[in-house]
């Protein structure tokens, strides 16, 4: 791929996890954004444990070559939560124009499943006609909203929600206007759907559509066990569901060939939540530079 296109970030999820807090709590975030300079990467999201003051943020990232370039946002507009939705968004999209950041990667959570402790796939949101046209309305107003400041919206599909299949996927992005965009997840594309072929379908038919790409893989055996157990999401996460690039059941080098194929342009970002007891986020976070480097020549 063309290093000139195609920047190369890693998400803060690995050092510790905002949704479990215990899993990684003795990580600092000095180390963390230390530990993803010296792994060779330049761009981050961001974490819970990152000062949310861009005056002391930025410097921080700046002595490390670290560029803010997405963080995620909650959506709850499917809820009738359009107002509060708005206000918050507003809010955090100042943040990231200040950091520099040009993508806000959004994610609807009404009735999600991905935070509780309720199985991930039963159970999960299944949206009526009202609800997907409250859902389009809403994306459409962030899209409006990020323009004013430069920036897009995406989309960022997830297990355990309402948009979360291929099908679900192209419905949203049938009825919301043409720059709301779509963060592909190539980690929750296979989690989803189940192969690495309808992995890699959902890619190619939103090419056009894609402003942020997270490089995540899976471990067959652990979608596995969640499905006939009928795990939560973070049980998975825990017992190890995803892993860094090239440690999992993905192959990534079609990804980048489709990616480098359309002229693909952004932010690649890794994005692998594990136990870090289990999985040491600076070791993996070494594994998926190397691997990128081999596979994708970046």
Known sequence: MDKNKVRLGIAPIGWTNDDMPDLGKENTFQQTVSEMALAGFTGSEVGSK???????????????????????????????????????????????HAMGAKVIGCSEQSRSTQGTPR????GRPIFTDSEWQLVANGYNELAD??????????????????????????????????????????????????????????????????????????????VNEVRTHKLSFLEGVKKGTFTVPGDGIIQFKPVFELLEDFGYEGWIVVEAEQDPAKANPFEYALKARRYIQEVAGI
């Open 50 to 96: 990152y000062p949310r003051d861009p005056k002391i943020l930025k410097p921080m990232l700046d002595l490390r070559g670290i560029q803010i370039c997405n963080a995620w946002f909650s959506t709850f507009f499917a809820d009738g939560e359009k107002a509060r939705t708005i206000d918050e968004f507003i809010i955090h999209r100042d943040f990231l």
């Open 119 to 122: 199985p991930v796939l039963e």
């Open 145 to 222: 909203l990020a323009a004013e400041k430069g920036m897009t919206v995406g989309l960022h599909h997830h297990m355990g929600t309402g948009i979360q299949t291929a099908k679900e996927i192209e419905h949203f992005l049938d009825i919301v206007n043409d720059d709301v965009y779509l963060l592909f997840d190539t980690g929750h594309a296979y989690y989803s759907e189940g192969s690495q072929e309808a992995m890699l379908q959902i890619l190619k038919a939103h090419l056009p559509r894609i402003n942020h790409v997270h490089l995540k893989d899976v471990r067959d055996s652990i």
